[in-house]
């Protein structure tokens, strides 16, 4: 079955200092894999997909991540943190189902940012 | 703006009432979905409409009843509320990839509706 493990629940960084945010994925076949970003109160924004292709894709706000298919990974990276990073980030895979697709998300990593 | 709408933002109500949240996209899209974000921030589709037909339809209960009347408006009305149905329900929207066959399209967001049931 497919699914979307983030393994960290809730991570701290200082302002400036660099991020990865870890997200593990099962999915048999080609997996299509997103990054979305959950601001306080708000809906999800999109940052980041990989369908294809090169496997270090570039986002918005400076977001990057890479896919690893050996190790099954597409962590997220940001070289240096803004306190306006504070948020929550959702690890996803799209399914096809049916001719249909449907994202699957993981439980997602909660980053707060010190001054 | 072009975007992913959903009314009402907040809807506080009592246990065995029934209320509908309403969502529009402008995007052009022809596929939207309902998801639920529990207390631990949790994202779970429940269901999928693609031009105004049901395709996904993910073991939610009977009390909850999506209707699309057309493809870019999908609400989901909620009979008899419990206290398990407090949340927040975000509405999405994305296309069916024609040209990329059994591939997956990003979904754009609403800003979700947080429900609460007293």
């Known amino acids: 079955a497919q699914s979307v493990t983030q393994p960290d629940i809730h991570i701290t960084v200082s302002e400036g200092a660099s991020l990865e945010l870890r997200c593990n994925y099962s999915?048999?076949?080609?997996?299509?894999l997103f990054w979305y970003v959950q601001s306080p109160g708000q809906g999800l924004q999109l940052l980041l997909k990989?369908?294809?292709?090169?496997?270090l894709v570039q986002g918005i706000k400076g977001f990057e991540a890479e896919f690893k298919r050996s190790q099954s990974s597409f962590n997220l990276r940001k070289p240096s943190v803004h306190w306006s990073d504070a948020a929550e980030y959702f690890c996803?895979?799209?399914?096809?189902?049916?001719?249909?697709?449907?994202?699957?998300f993981g439980a997602g990593t909660r980053l707060a940012v010190h001054p | 703006d072009t975007a992913v709408s959903q009314t009402p933002k907040y809807l506080v109500t009592q246990m065995g009432n029934d209320k509908s949240i309403k969502c529009e996209q402008n995007?052009?899209?022809?596929?939207m979905y309902w998801y639920k974000q529990d207390s631990k921030k949790f994202l779970k589709i429940m269901f999928s409409?693609?031009?105004?037909?049901?395709?996904i339809n993910e073991t939610v209960p009977n009390r909850f009843s999506p209707k699309s009347p057309d493809k870019a408006h999908l609400n989901l009305h909620i009979n008899s509320l419990e206290l398990g149905d407090s949340a927040v329900y975000f509405c999405?929207?994305?296309?069916?990839?024609?040209?990329?066959?059994?591939?997956?399209?990003?979904?754009?967001f609403g800003p979700g509706t947080r429900l609460t049931v007293l």
């Open positions: 999405a929207s994305s296309l069916k990839l024609l040209h990329r066959p059994g591939g997956v399209n990003e979904q754009f």
């Open positions: 999915y048999g076949a080609t997996p299509y």
């Open positions: 990989y369908f294809s292709g090169e496997t």
């Open positions: 996803a895979v799209g399914a096809i189902f049916g001719g249909y697709n449907k994202l699957i």
């Open positions: 995007l052009g899209h022809d596929t």
């Open positions: 409409y693609n031009n105004k037909e049901l395709i």
